[in-house]
T-cell receptor, first 115, second 115 residues
């Protein structure tokens, strides 16, 4: 069975600080995908990134960066120089690599950026 | 381009009453999902459609929940009769399977309160 754990329920940081959201996953599959989604107050989940289990390269996109470590089954997400607009609930998710796109989500981390 | 549209945004009903939610996916997206999101939790898949065929409904409580996707476009999720524990947000998402990026596009959800 697949499982995603986001141990941080809520995080608050002052604007411009860096913040890292943790994600630990469990799966028996050798090939899988990892995702991060953002859920702003409006409710819709917004796709941020997908990572293949064979690609452990870290990725940077603007102020966002992701650290995938297969050895520790972690896929952490860092926001650099946080902004108020980053306030949202962030979900880490896992799917099989069968192309069926069935996502197993973590319980989410509520991030609040204090102006 | 219009996103995934869901209605109603909010619904309050008394227990044992029926309720229905409607979803219009992004034009051309052949895969449609219904997810259930309880308060403080990540979304959980209820059912997935490939065109008009339900290819994964293993998590759908079939005694009271039903769904349909006639003509492979719009979809309706119904609960009859509703129970107190059904209070949650019902999210619809769509994707274009042939692209297989793993990116799901979510609607803003329908928040159900059962009294």
């Amino acid at each position: 069975a697949q499982k995603v754990t986001q141990a941080q329920t809520e995080i608050s940081v002052v604007e411009k600080e860096d913040v890292t959201l943790d994600c630990v996953y469990e799966t028996r599959d050798t090939t899988y995908y990892l995702f991060w989604y953002k859920q702003p107050p409006s409710g819709e989940l917004v796709f941020l990134i997908r990572r293949n289990s064979f690609d452990e390269q870290n990725e940077i996109s603007g102020r966002y960066s992701w650290n995938f470590q297969k050895s520790t089954s972690s896929f952490n997400f860092t926001i650099t120089a946080s902004q108020v607009v980053d306030s949202a609930v962030y979900f880490c998710a896992l799917s099989e690599a069968t192309g069926n796109e069935k996502l197993t989500f973590g319980t989410g981390t509520r991030l609040t950026i204090i102006p | 381009e219009a996103g995934v549209v869901q209605s109603p945004r909010y619904k309050i009903i008394e227990k044992k009453q029926p309720v229905a939610f409607w979803c219009n996916p992004i034009s051309g997206h052949n895969t449609l999902y219904w997810y259930l999101q309880n308060l403080g939790q990540g979304p959980e898949l209820l059912i997935r459609y490939e065109n008009e065929e339900a290819v994964d409904d293993s998590q759908l409580p079939k005694d009271r929940f039903s769904a349909e996707r006639l003509k492979g476009v719009d979809s309706t999720l119904k609960i009859q009769p509703a129970e107190l524990g059904d209070s949650a947000v019902y999210l619809c998402a769509s994707s274009l399977r042939i692209v297989n990026t793993g990116e799901l596009f979510f609607g803003e959800g329908s928040r159900l309160t059962v009294l």
